[in-house]
């Protein structure tokens, strides 16, 4: 059965960091493409960074240039690093596959830009 646990979020003032982590348990996760999204309040959940097993990434373009993906598959942990954050980036930020598998949301930590 497979659970992913996000951690790592916070209060932050603008152009500052903040580093989420992901656990995941169940078998597979070497294999699988991992994403990094994110819901603010009234819109959509966006993926916004994307990482295959062999660690090439992709990233939204709102995104690119101050967040970094990054995987410990011996580990099973996701992680990123967000830089230079925005008060636009406040939202609640979850892991999952890329693409996502319904049953695998977890409940997200929320990720707060505000002076």
């Known amino acids: 059965q497979v659970q992913l646990v996000e951690s790592g979020g916070g209060l932050v003032q603008p152009g500052g960091s903040l580093r989420l982590s992901c656990a995941v348990s169940g078998s597979g996760f070497r294999f699988w493409k991992m994403g990094w999204y994110r819901q603010a309040p009234g819109q959509q959940r966006e993926l916004v960074a994307g990482i295959i097993s062999g660690g090439d990434t992709n990233y939204a373009d709102s995104v690119k240039g101050r967040f970094t993906i990054s995987r410990d598959n011996a580990k099973k942990m996701l992680f990123l690093q967000m830089n230079s954050l925005k008060p636009e980036d406040t939202a609640v930020h979850y892991c999952?596959?890329?693409?996502?598998?319904?049953?695998?949301w977890g409940q997200g930590t929320q990720v707060t830009v505000s002076s």
């Open positions: 999952n596959t890329a693409p996502a598998v319904q049953r695998y």
